[in-house]
């Protein structure tokens, strides 16, 4: 008889967004009859939750009177699974910004099904639609007195003929990350950078960048469009005040990795397995992976009645690497099924360098290392995280006021927030070392 499997997704003012992913998911390949979805929204202030009543009357939606957080917002869900399939065998997640392939979840139960040790079988995530290359090419420089990158120009904005697609740029190599005094999604680059534009069919474009370079004198910048710089080409002279580059790209986009499992560095740190790699088969033979992306995963009813549901107090971000972690403790292992193919897109509903997002990153890395790591592994990424920080003061506080540039104390003091919530958590986390969450 076919797996009855039920599919949480997590609403907090996703839009249409939200209401793509219900109906992708309304489109698997699956009985309808064996498939149960059901929407958890987290007191969102948008609409959705009228229109999926309106026009998906079949997705079960319960709403929050709070927003908890996505951990919060899935053990609702599962447990509204858990009390109305009584033949649930498995239960998916996924993210509302991502939408599903039709065929998407025969391969994820099929894993589960051929071998009962995994708890959890998640898909290969890309990004969703598809991207064009071009890399920049500068002489670099060096500040010095605290500053010891090596810096190209400022990236203040991209954009695709007359469209800003700069919240949906990939910056692929060579990049400093987003500077706090420089602009929204201002960053510097190194000497030689790589980035990816989004691709809307195969005509050519004009791709625009907004380039400057506010200290260390006039430079010449040399665009050049295709994956090796092998396409069109433009040079530009850069200076102080911010203008327009423009350089031609044409030929297919090509489709990018986001996730294909999760692995931990060796600074504690949860990374998605292939992210940014290009999908050209390298990635496309299933493995065993140290932790599942809650993005888009299918776990085995069996595994959360063992381990337990989601740490709740993480609210944002790691909270599905501390349940792999605590599953992989009772002996559950994990794996990713590439043949499933979900599209994601990246960091639609916290933003890909918001202070927000460095917050919960920092703290919740921390946190759970605390609760799993080596006791000396885990007093060692806080320390280290302390001395991160004050590399970050040394070049965005101490460097500029000696050499009389603009003082930044963003980062520093998000950090510094994120290492006092974690002080606050760590001697619960600590006491929970070998507990479980139900």
């Known amino acids: 008889m076919t797996a009855a499997v039920g599919v949480v997704v997590v609403n907090y003012n996703g839009g249409d967004l939200t209401l793509d992913c219900l ?39 319960v709403e929050s009177a709070t927003n908890g957080g996505f951990g919060a917002g899935c053990n609702l869900g599962i447990r509204e699974l858990l009390a ?10 996924v993210n509302n910004d991502a939408t599903v392939d039709p065929g998407w979840l025969a391969p994820l139960v099929a894993a589960l099904d051929a ?27 060096r500040r010095g007195r605290g500053d010891g990158r090596e810096l190209g120009v400022v990236l203040g904005e991209v954009r695709v003929d007359d469209t800003d697609v700069s919240d949906r740029t990939q910056f692929v190599d060579g990049f400093w990350g987003v500077d706090p005094g420089a602009g929204a ?11 990816r534009v989004p691709a809307v069919g195969d005509a050519p ?68 397995r292939g992210y940014l790699d290009p999908d050209d088969g390298r990635w496309d033979h299933p493995a065993d992976v140290f932790a599942w992306c809650g993005g888009a995963v299918l776990l085995r009813r069996a595994y959360l009645d063992d381990v337990g549901l989601f740490e709740e107090s993480l609210f944002l971000y790691y909270e599905d690497l501390e349940l792999s972690w605590r599953g992989a403790k009772r002996g559950w292992r994990y794996r990713c099924i590439p043949e499933s193919v979900v599209h994601h897109v990246h960091a639609a509903s916290s933003g890909r360098d918001s202070a927000f997002k460095r917050y919960f990153d920092e ?14 592994d885990a007093a060692r990424a806080a320390a280290r995280s302390l001395m991160v920080t004050a590399s970050y003061a040394r070049r965005d506080v101490l460097a500029p006021a000696l050499s009389g540039r603009p003082v930044r104390t963003r980062v520093v003091q998000d950090r510094l927030r994120a290492f006092g919530g974690f002080v606050r958590m760590a001697p619960a986390a600590i006491r929970d070392r070998d507990g479980r969450r139900g």
């Open 185 to 195: 999604h201002a960053q510097w680059t190194a000497g030689d950078a790589s980035l």
């Open 84 to 93: 109305t399939v009584p033949d649930l065998a498995h239960v998916a997640l």
């Open 205 to 272: 474009v004009t791709v625009s960048l907004l380039l400057s370079r506010p200290d260390g004198g006039p430079s010449e910048v040399e665009l050049r469009s295709g994956v090796a710089g092998e396409g069109d080409a433009a040079c530009h002279t850069v200076d102080r005040e911010p203008r327009w580059c423009k350089v031609a790209v044409a030929g297919p986009g090509i489709d990018v990795v986001n996730n294909v499992g999760t692995e931990l560095t060796a600074d504690g740190y949860g990374i998605d």
């Open 23 to 61: 109906r992708s998911l309304l489109a698997t390949e699956w009985p309808d009859d064996r498939l149960r979805i059901v929407l958890v929204d987290n007191a969102s202030t948008d609409d959705v939750v009228a229109r999926v009543r309106a026009a998906l009357p079949t997705v079960t939606v």
């Open 363 to 376: 703290r919740n890395h921390l946190v759970v290392l605390a609760r799993h790591a080596a006791a000396r």
């Open 115 to 141: 071998d009962p040790e995994l708890g959890a079988a998640c898909p290969k995530i890309l990004f969703a639609g598809r991207f064009r290359e071009l890399t920049l090419h500068t002489a670099p420089f």
